[in-house]
């Protein structure tokens, strides 16, 4: 079977819409719980975008990471500092046995800077600024502690560990 036999359209407008839809596959799939998430990054002065395309930016030009994030870059050149806000989303979608759904959407502000900087982490993490660093600078452990992802995740074991409790 090919890879785009286990794909889901993400035909949702948001982020949480994507992560239901892509849980919600799975746990129609197989009948086992799922849990899937969407993310990107929202980029203020350009009216939110990336957004829910964040992975699929600009795909007329833009092929890799770094294509994506140096469109970006492109189109933030002259907005000056102070108009450069932008956050990382991450929705996840947790579809249980009985058919219920727990959904988390978190988020992590930061800013857009004017350069790629540092060699870890992928996509967008080399202009995100977190402080006076971008996330490609921040080691895992200091990235988990602030970002989208890190804070949905923890969200989502404390719900979890609610839903077997009751």
Known sequence: MSLSAYCVDETGTT????????????????????VADDS?????????RPGIFSARYCPELCVTDEDRTQRILDEMEGVPEGQRGAHYTCAICCILPDGSKIEIEEICE?????????????????????????????TAEEKDKVSHRGKALRALKTKLEEYLKG
């Not at 949480?16 to 839809?21: H, M, V």
């Not at 004017?114 to 967008?124: A, S, V």
């Open 15 to 34: 982020f949480s819409e994507n992560a239901f839809l892509k849980a919600n596959a799975a746990f129609e799939k197989t009948g086992m719980p799922a």
């Open 110 to 138: 930061g800013t857009i800077g004017y350069e790629f900087i540092g060699d870890g982490g992928f996509g967008y993490d080399p202009i995100f600024m977190q402080g006076d660093k971008t996330f490609s600078q921040l």
């Open 40 to 48: 990107g990054i929202c980029v203020d002065a350009l009216g939110g």
